[in-house]
């Protein structure tokens, strides 16, 4: 009995140091933006998500307001005109297993009612909230494109 218990406290221990790091089995790599000119009052990040073996949602981002007055998720897109168009995409979905790139002319993060520029060398964080994971901050880096 003494034997199982042992065995059952072990496996207990070392069940709970494989613990969960918070972002839900969620990857985030190089977050950056562009850098923006003095007249611009909107700007842009980017980065690369990729999830672990559960498919997540991508369903909202947030900015502090030292940084710009709103995020939001957008896509950039042909239209059929030829032009290219921005809108408002309420999620991005992340297969399991997957990556998906938030990158210029595709998906990305616009920050709209910039405070000041974003200048290249400079950092702010942006929370990504996703269904699954929850909020996922990440630190962004402002880098000339």
């Known amino acids: 009995m003494k034997r199982a218990f042992a065995l059952i406290a072990a496996m207990a ?6 613990g969960d790091d918070g972002s839900g089995g969620i990857e985030i790599d190089d977050p950056w933006a562009r850098t923006s000119a003095t ?13 672990g073996d559960t498919a997540d949602t991508l369903v909202g981002v947030s900015v502090d307001s030292s940084v710009a007055g709103m995020a939001q ?33 595709g998906y990305h993060v616009m920050l709209m009612n910039l405070v000041e520029p974003l200048v290249a060398g400079t950092e702010f964080d942006l929370t990504l909230e996703f269904a699954g994971a929850g909020g996922v901050v990440v630190t962004v880096t402002v880098r000339d494109a």
């Open 39 to 51: 007249v611009q009052n909107a700007g842009a990040a980017y980065m690369t998500i990729t999830a």
């Open 13 to 18: 221990i070392g069940i709970s140091a494989c």
């Open 73 to 105: 998720l957008h896509e950039s897109t042909m239209g059929a005109d030829g032009m290219m168009m921005m809108q408002a995409v309420p999620s991005i979905e992340v297969p399991a297993n997957a990556s998906v790139s938030l990158e210029p002319g």
